[in-house]
């Protein structure tokens, strides 16, 4: 539950509540362990309870992320910060912490929000909706997505104008401006840092139109618009609401590219491209899809028998990366490639485009640590001292690191990753103990 | 519900929780297609069936019992195998003394990859009881 | 009786059943059932805000039980289970229908069908949930120890972790030394610490902690009980030297004397080794060995060294534990004869092979007495195969050869490797080491998915050819010194360990777990967890996550010292029970007793022995038997509701 | 069936090549390249052949002279493999094999051979104007005469030849059928392309590099024939020399930006110039600006009081002329209009 008592001791600080941070807090909890989990946003389940299904089982995401998030949020030994950043953290002794942690104001009491979403419809305000990667609008006043925890409305309040019309409808009278930054100091014996990763932002290859051209998404977007709670009801291309027939995925934007500060593969790209495909495969029966890749990374266990599948069900691989993307009239993009099986440079005319933009570290959480150095990799991911026999060590004894903090992963890497994160922490605060 | 019949016959799958299941399971997760008449109830081991709940499923309408054995994969024990065969036999004897033909219970081993194998067995099992039954 | 007031929820799931199942029609078929109370449909049925639901239907309207129509029971019975817990409900009052994966997945093609499907199996729950009993749970005392099979890196890495957890560890090792696949490598990709090193640093942790007990040489040769009581018996053979009496330099000049020579393993079959033998000198245990299959008895080295006792015995050890780790490895593909001139070509030779040689040469790369400047690597040989039966990626190979191709650049004069692939994956950061390779001159040429490269042999050279994609598909050839077959990984050839445990496997024949992502370190044996390439191909760092998430979970099973059972046992009806003693015999776990009640000798069951299988119920002639919630009248209302 | 050599890509980067086998056939070069089309595909395959070595191949294409050197590729190279300049150093190598002396390729590998070759000439220049005793009248004239005889031995015993090889390279070994009329008829491309370079407008980059060196291109020629064929240190004739003037002017203020780009190393283009790369612009810029001072000497009559200025120019015209020309960065501009001819004879 959402606590707002200060000064207090924790086991163990869980720094991101995504499904790495989760799984380590529930490991924690499980072996009676009292688990701090601070997450920025204003939900735990971080970037996969956004997901549509996951490969390569096509299970849907939400119907594994959302029991592990009741799980968590009802767990008596975990207490949640959502909307909460983690500040300074200090090492004071040998197995102490002390950490700065800034609860942002919701504006709502959560315990007494029941998510009736009156206020949502009272509110005036309109704003691109962030946990709909900016497909559609949000009120000011808002619940940030059907199946977020805590379920409860927030104000934004940069976008709010005090009009004061939330309040007035709000049947539980749940809404309170008067609420402040709390910043709390919290003492804690070990630090999970979790904190996830950030995607490429498709605005930096402009030869890609990404931002300019309507019919450009990220593959983040096409997500939303598969996931189970969509926005739209189906797949439309933006530009015009148009369904679209002739899908193009452009891989590798954003990662094995030294050009743009990225010279590494983002693992995760190829399948969930192949998956997406999969689904609109099944979404539109009519549509073709077509996948421009420079090399198929389907590595992992039923990796390869998936895109094998995907390539039964008639989707399009085409060996190549995209040079550039130019818009035609009446909104088609126009794709410029050389197709390397015949070695000849290629145009083709598609009615949407995904850009399956790579992953990229989630920077800064070096910086709060003020008396200990927290050694980071070449490429700003968390470094891993121990990289073979303890990938969950850190260069700070006693803080841990898992899932795609240290680098790309998948799900079920990630999950492994935050297993052997709360292993090492239960293990260090058992022998501490 | 009558004109589904036609197309396919009511098949009663015994199956067990820990072995068959999981690849009847997978069959859906693969969208590997069979009747919609096939209904299947969990137990935890073949060996646990009572030759009287099949005696019941055909006196109520079902036109096939088919059993997913756990064969040698069974978690309780390598006896499975052996006792599952009894009672089928045993049931065999009971059907024919009722005037029911023993080609309508059929058993295969399914183990908990066995999807592929499971629908084959549903498919021919329909087309054999359509032939039979509801020619 | 009073007459029950359930619940049934069912499931959209997101379309994944709504969008071929009916749900409203589903509803709306069952709201009117006598005992239905209540009939919703969902979005998620697993989603906090409709457990947040569930709970107050159940509190508010007094129900009895409930029903959740979604997907598999072995993704979320546990879920609404404890749903009827926090609602103050017995939870085997919970009934659950699996109309996604067994509905509407399974009859995609038939929406009508599905839809009928699904009517009938709520249905058939409810009959269910008509008899569905509270019950109590059975409390069994579970050992705090973990039996670790399997000494690699991942057996190693869980068995610290167990010990650090308070954890008596068993370390069960078939092979003589610890240490696996990465005591047989010095280079390993992305450190600069040796694999031998590695392994040494673990053993040495290893032996710090007395709560773990490490048996070389050894092999689980029985398994008996169950989660939080396995009784183990375990066969070591012994190394026939006794350690206390051991000197180095008497047993090196025993092993010098051994006139037996057989190929050794360890180097895959490139090199020899003595019937007393240890791999390198540094190996743990460093006490030798003498492999008595090949051993021919003929005294010489009992003669240099008194530490040789052939007297030692066979020993069965007992083990008692709680849970059991498995972390037995995997086998590296053996090409078949022929395959890309596999055995019938002087220069073709597997990767395996060709890391011991990079590892054990020196200034000179050798082979048949031959230098090796031209390198030429097959990738792909034994995975991702359209023919054979192993279809899946092994997804290390790729960099491990690039890695393997990098290192014998960096140790050897004038070497030049040609990688013949079929797209290169190395993922991750692993890709710094493929544009490395390139920049060093590395070339690489791909192959279609239906032209693999060709090994011609034409007298003592070795040819091998390719259609490139790369090259707008040329034909093009390198002579090589030197054909490394890149094989994949494959399960064990010997399951022997994992027949013992009934450990399920996967399509691709690796172990399986429960779920990728909700369950990935468990079986569907309780107590049973899967660690490291066991379960599918994985490099060292992520053998190691799943030894250590693997440890985290025999961990929290037993760290409470006590497990709950399922109370559904057997139970017998007096009445009818005559005692004619069938029960006992069908019985695979002596749970039945025989005992005298009100002066007429019946059977009785032992609960906390009781596994539930049933087997005593059909050989009961008088129908006294019957297994708690699948009991005769429980499965005949089911058989009316499916009709 | 072709066999690869490994080695070659070391020859290559002595050329100039750089990091090209990091090259992981993305295929993004030929994307971004707008002079590439369907049927004519680079820089890519050009990084293929040369990363296997398959030299043959390499000596057959036209495709190096095909590419104008934006140097989008090389910005948008996932790898930084280069391709941009991959293509340029290819040019030098192909430059070095078309050239029978074998000199080219020596000039191109070596900067001491380079540098000697410059000091050879200079010192000849010196040996020259001592036998003739410092005598301006002699020097101008002799020069006048270096400079056409020069014209015609190179173009006869270096260029010409020169040309035929690569015909031979690119058209009769790889056994192009090319009718006698197509030749023909195909020749107006050989004369558009030596003259206005108009390939190169469809480059990515701005069009006025293109205008550049468009009138960088006329101003030369021009200033050639005002120097060669109308004697313009010695003429009289007002247009003449006000035509000199004004086209040497050209040359060497044009050539400023050239230069000046080379030495920031900021445009993909000049990051990785070579020696020969700048001895040309150098050069180019100092023939331009010493003729231009000679006649203006002439012309204000200091010559004579100067004659250090026409022995520089001198030693500048005679390095750009034996060395520069036939050896040197100078025959792209045959290679480049005879690529094109010989490209629209395989169409």
Redesign the interface.
């Known amino acids: 539950m959402e606590n707002p008592i200060k000064n207090i001791s924790y086991d163990a600080l869980v720094i991101g509540a995504g499904i790495a941070g989760g799984e380590a807090a529930l ?1 924690l909890a ?3 362990f009292k688990v701090l989990l601070v997450d920025k946003e204003l939900s735990v389940g971080g970037k996969m309870i956004m997901l549509s299904k ?1 490969f390569p ?1 096509l ?2 995401s ?3 992320t ?5 799980e968590i ?2 767990h008596p030994n975990i207490t949640i910060f959502t909307g909460s950043e983690v500040g300074e953290i200090k090492k004071i002794s040998d197995h102490e912490f002390t950490a700065k942690v800034t609860k942002h104001p919701r504006y709502v009491r959560v315990e007494d929000c029941t ?1 009736c979403q009156l206020c949502e419809k009272a509110c005036p305000q309109n704003v691109r909706d962030q946990y709909q990667f900016g497909l559609i609008g949000r009120k000011a006043a808002f619940i940030p997505f ?2 977020c ?1 805590p ?1 409860a409305a927030a104000i934004d309040i940069d976008n709010c104008t005090l009009c004061g019309a939330c309040e007035k409808v709000c049947p539980t009278n749940c809404i309170d401006f008067t609420q402040e930054v709390e910043v709390m100091d919290l003492h804690v014996k070990t630090v999970v840092i979790a904190t996830g990763f950030d995607m490429f932002d498709a605005k930096k290859m402009p030869r890609y139109g990404y931002g300019q051209y309507k019919n450009v998404i990220t593959a983040l977007q096409m997500e939303r618009e598969l ?3 969509r926005p739209f009801n189906t797949i439309l291309r933006p530009g015009d609401g148009k369904v679209p027939d002739k899908i193009a995925y452009v891989l590798c934007v954003g990662s ?1 590219d ?1 050009s743009v500060g990225n ?5 995760i790209c190829c399948m969930y491209s192949i998956k997406q495909a999969q689904l609109l495969m099944g979404a539109l029966p009519m549509a073709d899809v077509t996948i421009y890749y420079i ?11 998936f895109y ?1 599948q995907a390539k039964g069900m008639g989707v399009n691989f085409v ?1 190549g990366k995209i040079g550039r993307i130019s818009e035609k009239e009446g909104g088609n993009l126009l794709l410029r490639y050389e197709d ?4 000849k440079l290629q145009e083709a005319e598609h009615d949407m485009v995904i850009l399956s933009t790579g992953v990229l570290p989630n920077k800064g959480i070096d910086k709060f640590f003020v008396n200990e150095t927290l050694a980071l ?1 070449p ?1 700003s991911f968390v470094g ?1 001292s121990d ?6 060590k850190t260069s700070i004894e006693g803080v841990f690191v898992a899932g795609t903090a240290t ?3 998948d ?3 990630s ?6 994160a ?3 922490a ?2 260090y605060l ?2 501490q103990a | ?1 009558a004109e ?1 019949n036609k197309k ?1 016959a ?1 098949i ?1 799958v015994f199956s067990t929780e ?2 068959s ?2 690849a ?6 693969l ?7 096939v ?7 073949s ?7 099949i005696l ?2 055909y006196e ?3 036109d096939g019992v088919f059993i997913a054995a756990d064969g040698s ?5 390598e ?2 195998t052996e ?1 599952t065969g009894h ?1 089928v036999g ?1 049931t065999h004897n009971l059907m024919k003394e009722n005037g029911i033909e023993p080609a309508r219970l059929r058993m295969a081993a399914i ?3 066995c999807s592929e194998s499971f629908v084959k067995q549903m498919r021919t099992f329909n087309e054999y009881l359509l032939k039979t039954l509801h020619a | 009786m009073k007459k029950k007031k359930i619940g049934v929820y069912i499931c ?5 059943i709504s969008d071929y199942v009916d749900v409203e029609k589903v509803r709306q078929s069952v709201e009117g059932e006598d005992i239905v109370f209540i009939a919703k449909t969902t ?2 049925a ?4 409709n ?1 947040r639901d569930m709970v107050d239907d159940i509190k508010a309207n007094n129900l009895d039980g409930v029903i959740v129509a979604s ?6 019975q546990l ?1 609404f289970r404890n749903v009827s817990i ?1 609602a103050d409900l017995n939870k085997y009052t919970y009934v659950h229908a ?1 109309i ?11 929406k ?3 839809t ?2 699904a009517i ?2 709520v249905k ?1 729950a409810i009959a269910k949930a008509r008899y569905a009993d509270a019950l109590e749970t059975n409390k069994i005392k579970a050992k705090k120890a973990v039996a670790v099979i399997g000494a690699g ?1 991942a057996g190693m ?1 869980a068995a610290i ?1 167990l010990a ?3 954890t008596e560890v068993i370390l069960i090792e078939k092979e003589p030394f610890v240490g696996g696949r990465v005591a047989q490598w010095d280079s ?1 990709s ?2 600069t ?1 040796t694999g031998k090193n ?1 392994v040494k ?2 053993y040495s942790e290893l032996t710090k902690h007395d709560n773990i007990t490490i048996l070389t040489n050894s092999e689980v040769i029985e398994n008996k009980g169950s989660v939080g009581n396995i009784s183990l018996k375990v066969k070591r053979t012994p190394r026939f030297i006794k350690a206390s009496a051991c000197h180095p330099d008497d047993l090196k000049r025993a092993i010098e004397v051994c006139p037996v020579e057989v190929p050794d393993e360890f180097n895959f079959r490139l090199s020899n080794r003595k019937a007393i033998y240890k791999n390198y000198p540094s190996e743990y245990p460093q006490i030798p060995v003498i492999d008595v299959k090949n051993c021919t008895r003929c005294g010489e080295c009992e003669k240099v060294c008194k530490a040789v006792d052939f007297t030692e015995k066979e020993e069965i050890l007992d083990v008692e534990v709680g849970s059991v780790l498995m972390a037995t490895g995997f086998d590296s593909y053996t090409p078949e004869y022929g395959e890309f001139g596999y055995a019938t070509s002087d220069n073709v030779i597997t990767l395996p092979q060709f890391k011991r040689m990079i590892d054990t040469q020196f200034d000179k790369l050798t082979y048949n007495g031959k230098q090796i400047k031209n390198i030429a690597y097959i990738y792909c040989v034994g995975s ?1 195969q359209t023919d054979g039966e192993n ?3 092994s ?1 290390n190979c790729c960099t491990s050869t690039i890695h393997a191709a990098v290192t014998a650049k960096q140790k050897f004069a004038d070497i ?1 490797n ?1 990688h013949f692939n079929r ?10 080491l ?2 490395d390779s ?2 060093s ?1 590395d ?2 040429l ?1 192959s ?1 998915e239906d032209g693999l490269p060709t090994v011609i042999t034409e007298g003592k050279k070795t040819i091998v050819k390719i259609n490139d ?11 090589a010194d030197l054909v490394v077959l890149v094989t994949g990984m494959v399960p064990r050839a010997d399951n022997t360990i994992g027949s013992l445990f ?1 450990i ?5 024949k ?1 172990y ?1 777990e429960v779920h ?3 369950r ?2 468990e079986t ?2 309780d107590g049973i967890t899967i660690a490291g390439a066991c ?3 994985k490099n ?3 053998s ?10 025999s ?2 099973i037993l ?1 409470k010292g006590e497990l709950e059972t399922d109370p ?1 046992v057997a139970t017998i009806d007096p009445e009818k029970c005559t005692w004619c003693g069938a029960c006992e015999a ?1 019985c ?2 002596d749970a039945i007793l025989k005992v005298e009640k009100d002066g007429k000798t019946i059977a009785e069951i032992n609960n906390t022995v009781c ?9 009961c002639d008088p ?1 006294a038997v019957n ?1 708690i919630a ?1 009991s ?1 009248k429980e ?2 209302s ?3 509701a ?2 | ?4 050599n ?1 080695a070659f ?1 070391k020859e290559l980067n002595k050329y100039g090549a750089v ?1 090209f ?5 993305c295929g993004n070069c030929t994307a971004v390249c707008s002079l590439s089309t369907e049927d004519d595909s680079f820089p890519r ?1 050009m990084v ?2 040369s ?2 070595g ?1 030299e043959d191949d390499i000596k057959a294409s036209l495709k190096p002279w095909e590419c104008y050197y934006c140097g989008e590729c090389s910005t948008h190279c996932p ?1 930084e493999a280069n391709p941009g300049e991959l293509m340029m150093s290819l040019r030098r190598y192909l430059t070095g094999k078309y050239d029978w002396t074998g000199l080219s390729g020596l000039l191109y590998k070596s900067l001491p051979v380079s540098l000697a070759a410059f000091i050879l000439t200079f010192v000849g220049v010196l040996a020259f104007v001592m036998s003739v005793g410092f005598e301006l009248e002699k020097m101008v004239h002799f020069g006048h005469m270096f400079e056409m005889i020069a014209i015609g031995t190179v173009g006869l015993v270096i260029l010409l030849p020169n040309v035929a090889r690569m015909w031979y390279f690119t058209i009769l070994k790889p056994k192009v059928n090319v009718s006698f009329t197509k030749y023909v008829k195909s020749m107006g491309e050989l004369f558009i392309h030596m003259f206005t370079q108009k390939r190169a407008l469809g480059c990515d980059d701005n069009q006025f590099r293109w205008f550049e060196h468009f009138i960088l291109v006329i101003g030369y020629l021009s200033l050639l024939f005002t120097t060669v064929a109308l004697d313009w240190f010695s003429s009289q004739n007002m247009f003449v020399i006000i035509l000199g003037y004004v086209m040497s002017a050209i040359v060497f203020v044009v050539t400023v930006d050239f230069v000046s780009s080379r030495m920031k190393k900021q445009k993909e283009v000049s990051k990785h110039s070579q020696p020969s790369d700048i001895f040309f612009v150098v050069w180019l810029f100092l023939m331009g600006l010493t003729a231009f001072l000679v006649r203006l000497f002439i012309d204000i009559n200091i010559l004579e009081a100067n004659k250090w200025l026409y022995v520089f120019h001198l030693t500048v015209l005679v390095q750009w002329a034996l060395i520069i020309v036939p050896f040197g960065k100078w025959t792209h501009f045959l290679y480049r209009s005879f690529a094109m001819y010989f490209a629209k004879l395989k169409e």
């Open positions: 490991n499980n072996t009676g996951v089982t299970d849907c939400a119907c594994i959302t029991p592990k998030v009741s949020s009802r998510a059907s199946i925890s379920k996931a189970p709670t094995r030294a010279p590494i593969c983002s693992q090399n198929i990374r389907s590595f992992g266990k039923g990796f390869e028998e094998q060996k390397i099986n015949e070695g990799d490429f891993q990289m073979l026999a303890s990938p969950a680098g790309p992963m799900i079920p890497d999950i492994l990753s935050a297993g052997a709360s292993s090492e239960i293990s058992i022998q | 519900m589904l396919s009511k009663l820990k072995i299941d999981p009847i399971d997978m069959a859906g997760l969208k590997l297609h069979y009747p919609p008449t209904y299947t109830i969990s137990i935890p081991c060996s646990g069936i009572k030759p009287s709940w019941y499923a109520k309408g079902f994969d069974c978690v309780f024990g006896s499975c006792k009672l045993k183990c908990s990859v | 959209h799931c997101g379309g994944n979005m998620f697993c989603s906090d805000t457990q997907c598999s029971p072995k993704l979320h879920t926090r699996n996604r994966e067994q509905a509407s997945w399974a009859h995609s093609d038939n009508m069908g599905a009928e499907k009938h199996l058939a890196v890495k972790s650090e957890k308070n390993l992305t450190t610490e590695m640093r673990l991702r279809t899946y990626c997804r030049n040609y797209g290169l994956r190395t993922y991750g950061k692993q890709e710094i493929y544009a390139l920049r001159g070339i690489y791909q279609y994609i790369l090259t707008n598909g040329r034909e093009i050839e390198v002579e009934k399920p496997k996967g399509r691709d690796f399986n990728m992502k909700l990935p370190v569907v044996i379960q599918g191909p060292i760092a992520e190691v996550n799943s030894a250590l998430s693997a440890a985290t979970k961990y929290s760290s559904l069908a695979p776990f596994k539930g299988c049933g087997m005593c119920a059909p050989v129908d297994l699948c005769s499965i005949m089911m058989i009316d499916l009709v | 069936m072709a066999k690869i490994p890509g990091n086998n990091a090259c992981y056939n395959e293929r052949l990363a296997l398959l790898q």
